[in-house]
């Protein structure tokens, strides 16, 4: 089966994607296993990977319709933007899908994901997309998440986790890096990272974040983040500064307890960002 190009959510569970502030969500797999695209009100990115079922074979006869596979997208990284009420809980709802491993069921023209516990998702692939290009982005999808083509390509989909951010004046603030801890041991399961840039430039108030990145991770630190703040946001004299967590099921289990602060111009190399376990520095 051939993930690779663009598709748009028909539909989320019980709820019309229609309702999104960008229109209906979509994603573009590419060939170099990332995934991007709009899951309703903000961007999204990350990895994935896809095992074709084992019964797959070129010589079986062709029905117009396969056999289910196994996709498993993560860890996902977005941006950090509010919308209504209707858009957001139907970006909810894609997110949660998106977090777990996915059943692949093929269509004629179609694709569902089904999570392990029924919740799904109907897709199609969008005819308007241009599935050649090196960044999967046509000229609609850069307009449906407000930005140009050119931003786009420099902030977007091209631009790797963990290399160094180099971006325009007017380009979004794109600040990368990995969250890592000493302590050797493993993250539980449906663990979950989140990263936020923060203004804390006001003394007597508290920081005002900017931009987050929340990551369900599936594997050990370090775990790479990339946290987007549109640059609208940013007071001339405002003091960013780098705060990150892991959360598990039962609740907060590490955290970061040191100042990192983050150039405006977005020019600083990608960032270590080391937490403490919260048992050990309660103790």
């Given at each position: 089966?051939?993930?690779?190009g663009?598709?748009?959510?028909?539909?989320?569970d019980?709820?019309?994607?229609?309702?999104a502030?960008?229109?209906?969500?979509?994603?573009?797999?590419?060939?170099?296993g990332?995934?991007?695209?709009?899951?309703?009100?903000?961007?999204?990115?990350g990895?994935?990977?896809?095992?074709?079922?084992?019964?797959?074979?070129?010589d079986?006869?062709?029905?117009?319709?396969?056999?289910?596979?196994?996709?498993?997208?993560?860890p996902?990284?977005?941006?950090?933007?509010?919308?209504?009420?209707?858009?957001?809980?139907?970006?909810?709802?894609?997110?949660?899908?998106?977090?777990?491993?996915?059943?692949?069921?093929?269509?004629?023209?179609?694709?569902?994901?089904v999570?392990?516990?029924?919740?799904?998702a109907?897709l199609?692939?969008?005819?308007?997309?241009?599935?050649?290009?090196?960044v999967?982005?046509?000229?609609?999808?850069?307009q449906?998440?407000?930005?140009s083509?050119?931003?786009?390509?420099a902030?977007?989909?091209?631009h790797?986790?963990?290399?160094?951010?180099?971006?325009?004046?007017?380009?979004?603030?794109?600040v990368?890096?990995a969250?890592?801890y000493?302590?050797?041991?493993?993250?539980?399961?449906?663990?979950v990272?989140?990263?936020?840039?923060?203004?804390?430039?006001?003394?007597?108030?508290?920081?005002r974040?900017?931009?987050?990145?929340?990551?369900?991770?599936?594997?050990?630190?370090?775990?790479?983040f990339?946290?987007?703040v549109?640059?609208?946001?940013?007071?001339?004299?405002?003091?960013?500064?780098?705060?990150?967590?892991?959360?598990?099921?039962?609740g907060?289990?590490?955290?970061?307890?040191?100042?990192?602060?983050?150039?405006?111009?977005?020019?600083?190399?990608?960032?270590t960002?080391?937490?403490?376990?919260?048992?050990?520095?309660?103790?």
């Amino acid at each position: 089966m051939a993930l690779t190009g663009t598709w748009r959510f028909v539909r989320i569970d019980d709820l019309d994607p229609v309702t999104a502030v960008h229109g209906r969500p979509w994603l573009t797999f590419d060939g170099d296993g990332q995934v991007y695209g709009c899951s309703g009100v903000n961007r999204v990115r990350g990895t994935w990977t896809f095992d074709e079922p084992l019964d797959a074979s070129p010589d079986a006869p062709s029905d117009g319709q396969g056999g289910p596979g196994r996709l498993v997208i993560g860890p996902m990284v977005s941006t950090l933007m509010a919308g209504p009420p209707e858009a957001t809980a139907c970006e909810e709802a894609v997110q949660r899908l998106l977090a777990v491993p996915l059943t692949v069921r093929e269509g004629v023209d179609d694709v569902e994901l089904v999570a392990d516990d029924g919740r799904a998702a109907r897709l199609v692939r969008d005819p308007h997309a241009d599935d050649t290009q090196a960044v999967g982005t046509s000229r609609a999808d850069a307009q449906a998440v407000g930005t140009s083509t050119d931003d786009r390509a420099a902030a977007g989909p091209e631009h790797h986790l963990g290399e160094p951010t180099h971006l325009p004046a007017d380009g979004p603030l794109v600040v990368t890096g990995a969250v890592t801890y000493r302590q050797r041991i493993a993250l539980p399961p449906r663990s979950v990272v989140t990263v936020t840039v923060e203004d804390t430039s006001r003394a007597d108030a508290p920081a005002r974040t900017l931009g987050r990145s929340v990551i369900h991770t599936q594997h050990e630190v370090p775990v790479p983040f990339e946290v987007v703040v549109d640059r609208s946001e940013l007071d001339p004299h405002a003091r960013l500064a780098l705060r990150a967590r892991i959360d598990g099921p039962d609740g907060l289990l590490w955290v970061s307890d040191t100042h990192i602060p983050v150039a405006l111009d977005g020019s600083a190399e990608p960032f270590t960002v080391p937490l403490v376990h919260v048992a050990g520095r309660q103790g």
